[in-house]
């Protein structure tokens, strides 16, 4: 290091989901070589309502050495295998974006190519049938199967989700520090972040800072200056109200996204509760009205006070700038549709470990970061806006207005190329693979014009033994499943540790 600084003391501004999440996977990852300390205030709410998450946290909980059951149980958690969809293609239309592969896929076609021609020939069985995570979500059913055959994520409680890694983090060393943040010293030479000064004249001072003090970005946007890149152009919805609700009846293993005529409505099925929240544009729909709409469509008795929140969708033009790293909604903010809020805090947080600077931080680590981020958030921004361009509803002045809105070209291209050749294509590791996109397309009215000629290889009979195969496999699977709720009662249930 030849007498350099190394970069040792790590700051968190910010606790919640973000904060917390960051604080566990650094602490247990580099252990005494760096010291973490965690700044958050009581006194300051969490947004709090990211109760659905995606594959990927499966794999951050095992990197971190989390038992599954343990997580589950204190999070309240089930399983979810995927987002049914109801009236985003028309009003009365659902479908189903699983988490899981359709088929059998060829080394030079998506198996949506055999399935097409299948129709061609008369196999008219639906598209889902090949999915076995699809089929296990429509009939309640789960279980862990070797190998990992299941793909699965979680829906939990996410104030507990942070209240358990906050158990973690203390655990590995991490600091926290109960205070209000009064000023950001920055460095006079470097123009850096010094150190943190609290309402009670603490002063926290780091080599590294990362902002995860949410919507108000009181790092990297309030002190560094770094400006926000706006999509509500793209993605209008710019308000939301959640609550929970008592359960009234077994938890299923999906989440359901259900369009209305200015947005949609998420029902989240926890353990022993359930997460409902409405997503609305201001412009098309009041607040009174849109909470009118939202207790008019629930189940069970309300068990908390409404929360409103406002957002724009966007993100920070930087997510890295000088020694202070973005982490969550201080980074940018995608209306929580696919469940992308954890997942983009976990990518932060993973990527970040793997590119920590041992001494001072170098402009191309930075500018890497950088890149990567903003191409996960640029590619998860136009799965996105495909659920509201691709949507045959015209019954409201937002529907005609997603409906016609011109979209990126990067979209447009993902789209047209679907059309036109029945062809998909993941790149740069982006989150959602080939058949989440085909799901969704086909789902929402989106139909190849032709298919892959390498399914024409194969002779009717064939095709049909080689498509039955599939749906017999999925269907045989799927039948010696155990009910989801009684697996998680078994598993991880609470009321079993709390009688333990």
């Known amino acids: 290091m030849n007498g350099e600084k190394r970069m040792r003391r790590i700051v968190i501004a910010g606790g919640g989901t973000a904060g917390w999440m960051a604080a ?9 070589t760096v010291d ?15 109760e659905s998450t995606i594959p990927p946290l499966v794999t951050y909980n095992r990197l971190l050495n989390i038992n599954e059951a343990e997580f589950m149980r204190a999070t309240q958690a089930t399983f979810k295998l995927g987002i049914m969809f109801d009236n985003w293609k028309e009003q009365g239309h659902n479908y189903f974006h699983s988490f899981g592969l359709t088929g059998k896929d060829h080394w030079s076609a998506g198996f949506w190519h055999f399935w097409l021609y299948g129709r061609e020939k008369g196999h008219e069985q639906s598209y889902d049938d090949y999915c076995l995570e699809l ?4 009939e309640g ?17 996410s ?4 209240k358990f890694l906050r158990g973690m983090a203390e655990g590995d060393g991490t600091r926290r520090v109960e205070g209000k943040i009064s000023t950001v010293n920055l460095d006079g030479e470097t123009g850096e972040i010094a150190a943190l000064v609290l309402d009670s004249g603490e002063r926290i001072e780091g080599d590294l800072f990362l902002d995860c003090t949410g919507f108000r970005a009181v790092l990297i946007g309030q002190t560094l200056g770094v400006g926000h890149e706006d999509w509500t152009h793209w993605l209008p919805c710019d308000s939301a109200i959640a609550l929970q609700t008592e359960s009234v009846g077994p938890a299923v293993p999906y989440t359901r996204a259900i369009a209305h005529d200015a947005g949609w409505q998420w029902r989240i099925p926890l353990q022993s509760r359930v997460g409902n929240g409405i997503v609305y544009c201001s412009r098309y729909l009041d607040q009174d009205t849109a909470m009118e709409r939202l207790l008019g469509n629930i189940e069970g008795e309300v068990l908390t006070k409404p929360n409103i929140l406002r957002f724009g969708a966007g993100m920070r033009k930087k997510q890295w700038h000088r020694n202070c790293v973005a982490i969550g909604l201080s980074g940018g903010f995608m209306e929580p549709l696919e469940s992308t809020s954890i997942h983009l805090i976990q990518r932060a947080v993973l990527r970040l470990i793997r590119m920590l600077p041992l001494g001072k931080t170098s402009e191309r680590d930075v500018a890497e970061f950088n890149d990567q981020q903003i191409t996960d958030m640029l590619q998860i921004r136009d799965f996105l806006i495909l659920h509201y361009k691709a949507t045959e509803r015209t019954d409201s002045e937002f529907w005609r207005y997603c409906k016609s809105m011109p979209i990126p070209d990067t979209l447009e291209q993902k789209i047209e190329l679907f059309r036109e050749a029945g062809l998909v294509f993941r790149k740069n590791e982006e989150l959602f693979v080939e058949n989440s996109w085909v799901q969704v397309m086909m789902g929402q009215g989106i139909m190849p014009q032709t298919h892959h000629p390498i399914a024409e290889k194969l002779t009717n009979e064939e095709l ?9 496999t999925v269907a045989k699977t799927v039948k ?8 998680v009662s078994r598993y991880c249930g609470i009321a079993r540790a709390a009688a333990a």
Not at 135 to 138: K, M, P, V
Not at 141 to 157: G, I, S, W
């Open 141 to 157: 059913k789960f279980a862990h199967l070797p190998d990992d055959r299941m793909n699965y994520a979680y829906q939990l409680d």
């Open 464 to 472: 049909a033994r080689f498509l039955a195969t599939i749906r017999d």
């Open 24 to 32: 566990a996977a650094i602490a247990r990852t580099l252990g005494r």
């Open 135 to 138: 089929i296990a979500a429509r």
């Open 159 to 162: 104030g507990l989700y942070a």
């Open 480 to 487: 010696s499943l155990p009910e989801h709720a009684a697996y």
């Open 36 to 50: 973490v300390t965690l700044v958050e205030s009581d006194a300051i709410g969490t947004i709090g309502v990211g």
